[in-house]
């Protein structure tokens, strides 16, 4: 079978025929170079307008980097016209495998992006003996056709949070769609301040934000301001995880403390090896830290008082009414304002002031929660690591969004993967 007939098989080109084909070695290894010739008489597109014209003249050949055959590349090869259009002058013509100076075919280029959504991109341009630039390309052009094709008509609830990416303290904001239907990545910004949810969202159109019905944050207060101000009319919920997290950084502050002192005033160490017997919910104790707790729980200790409170308040996620909640809420708050215990005041004062926004949990029946944010960050932390780092901002919102957005791709008509 002539590797002519594979080709047309696989890629055929409507208007061009394949040539001959010949074996070049390189320092690599071979490769495979075909011709493609226009049919005769047949007129070239204008790659501007798109429209027919009458061939000008011919420019040198170039080669397009056609997908891999039985481990040896191979390269498309061919002579552009340039195109005398009414319209747009006389222009390069438009050629259906490529596009702009791109010296990737656009089937190679979905190639690369399929396997670089299981492989890290260094491992992919090392196995198809390509270079990592031509594997970002070739990502960065799926990541831009699918956010271009993409329907976002269906998003109705989101959740928005951030991870740090590099070190010292750098952060991208990230907007996820977790209505029932799907989860995935919808925005990626640099930084975590407000003009990084606005670019975010921005970046969505104007219909995305009057369409929203539900919104699950943590409690940064730009975030707050951007959400109120852009979805004022969707219900803003303050979730579980969050709020419980802010309860367990008091009580490990308290016991932390406490260990010290205890320990300074020549004190029994009865807290010590207790934190995780105090820190994790009691369903998820082992047999060994259930015995722990109990003998903790015998002593009159600030730490044993906190965390008495910590499980007291356990009990607001069990109410059904929104109005029984908040009456919780301000009898919980006022008995622990009494209690001498800082770290948990200052969490109470934090409950006060955000004290609509959690009740909406209630109003939201518990359908919305950032469980499904927490889950998408720990993909976000994978692709990271896959990654071993990015070198910018831009590639690591490329990397996120081709693992994470479900961008839709166009129908081919074969797959090599």
């Known amino acids: ?225 951007v959400i109120g101000e852009r979805m004022g009319q969707a219900i803003h919920v303050l979730d579980r995880f969050h709020i419980m997290k802010q309860f367990g950084k008091a009580l490990d502050e308290i016991r932390a403390e406490e260990t010290k002192r205890l320990k300074r005033d020549g004190y029994e160490p009865v807290l010590k090896k207790s934190r995780w017997c105090l820190l994790k919910r009691p369903e998820n104790l082992t047999e060994k830290q259930t015995v722990r707790l109990a003998e903790v729980l015998k002593y009159n200790l600030r730490t044993v008082r906190a965390y008495l409170l910590r499980e007291d308040f356990q009990r607001f996620w069990e109410y059904s009414r929104p109005s029984w909640a908040e009456k919780f809420l301000d009898e919980w708050t006022r008995q622990v304002m009494r209690s001498r215990l800082e770290p948990m005041k200052k969490v109470a004062r934090t409950i006060r002031g955000h004290q609509p926004l959690i009740l909406n949990w209630f109003r939201a029946k518990g359908e919305m929660s950032s469980g499904a944010v927490e889950g998408l960050n720990n993909k976000v932390k994978l692709v990271t690591r896959k990654s071993y780092g990015f070198r910018t901002a831009k590639v690591a919102r490329l990397a996120l969004l081709h693992n994470l957005g479900r961008l839709p791709e166009p129908e081919r008509t074969h797959k090599f993967c």
């Open 1 to 225: 079978m002539r590797i002519q007939t594979i080709l047309n098989r696989v890629e055929k080109f409507k208007s061009f025929v394949y040539g001959e084909a010949h074996i070049e070695d390189q320092d690599g290894g071979p490769a495979l170079v075909v011709r493609i010739l226009p049919r005769k008489n047949s007129l070239p597109y204008c790659s501007g307008c798109l429209r027919r014209g009458r061939p000008y003249d011919l420019l040198k050949e170039r080669r397009f980097e056609f997908v891999p055959l039985w481990g040896i590349l191979v390269f498309l090869v061919y002579r552009m016209r340039r195109v005398d259009c009414p319209r747009c002058g006389v222009t390069v013509e438009m050629v259906p495998w490529g596009d702009g100076k791109n010296q990737l075919t656009t089937t190679y280029r979905w190639f690369l992006a399929s396997w670089a959504r299981r492989l890290s991109w260094g491992e992919v341009g090392s196995i198809f003996r390509t270079s990592w630039d031509s594997v970002s390309r070739a990502v960065e052009y799926a990541v831009e056709w699918g956010l271009a094709h993409r329907d976002l008509s269906q998003v109705k609830a989101v959740g928005i949070d951030e991870v740090a990416w590099q070190r010292g303290h750098t952060y991208m904001t990230l907007l996820y769609d977790i209505g029932a239907g799907t989860k995935r990545l919808l925005a990626v910004a640099e930084h975590r301040t407000e003009t990084s949810l606005r670019s975010c969202l921005d970046g969505l159109g104007r219909e995305f934000c009057p369409r929203i019905e539900f919104v699950c944050s943590d409690m940064w207060q730009p975030y707050l301001k």
